[in-house]
């Protein structure tokens, strides 16, 4: 199964959210989830955010050799799974990127397995102190958790 997280500039949120999904599907033995990440402005190149950086080193994450790229329609397409961080992320793509796939807020994980229709967008930290990063990470590794949970469910027949 391939996951795809989604932010703005993929310099802060969608890397963090994909290296903690990736260390947490190698602790939970999920060896074939393949996780990437990418931003709807098309920055290419750029590192995490320093401050994405030391938030993520502070609970065993190493993010340093992220390099930032622009959502792209195969990325999307050849995903299973697309996560973004805001309900504009969502129309971005499908203004961009017809056709199917499953799209979800990565909020929609916030309060458990099961996604809910209610989810609240995770906040951008860019250019805030590293406790707002703090903050958000935080809040992705709630979701993530939880995503974990729902990726790990046996499928409906």
């Not at 393949?34 to 994450?61: F, H, K, N, Y």
């Not at 397409?77 to 203004?95: N, P, S, W, Y």
């Amino acid at each position: 199964m391939k996951i795809l997280f989604i932010c703005s500039g993929n310099i802060c949120r969608s890397p963090m959210a994909a290296e903690l999904l990736r260390a947490r599907a190698r602790g939970a033995g999920m060896e074939d989830l393949v996780v990437d990440s990418a931003g709807t402005l098309g920055i290419e190149g750029e590192p995490a955010s320093r401050e994405t950086i030391a938030a993520a080193r502070e609970i065993g994450l190493d993010v340093t050799s992220h390099r930032s790229k622009g959502v792209t329609e195969a990325g999307v397409r050849g995903a299973d799974l697309v996560l973004v961080m805001e309900r504009q992320h969502l129309d971005d793509l499908a203004r961009r990127f017809r056709g199917p796939g499953r799209r979800l807020l990565l909020g929609a994980f916030e309060h458990g397995p099961e996604p809910r229709d209610d989810a609240r967008d995770v906040d951008d930290p860019h250019g805030d102190p590293i406790g707002v990063h703090r903050v958000c990470l935080g809040t992705i590794e709630g979701c993530v958790d939880n995503l974990l949970r729902f990726l790990e469910r046996p499928p409906a027949p």
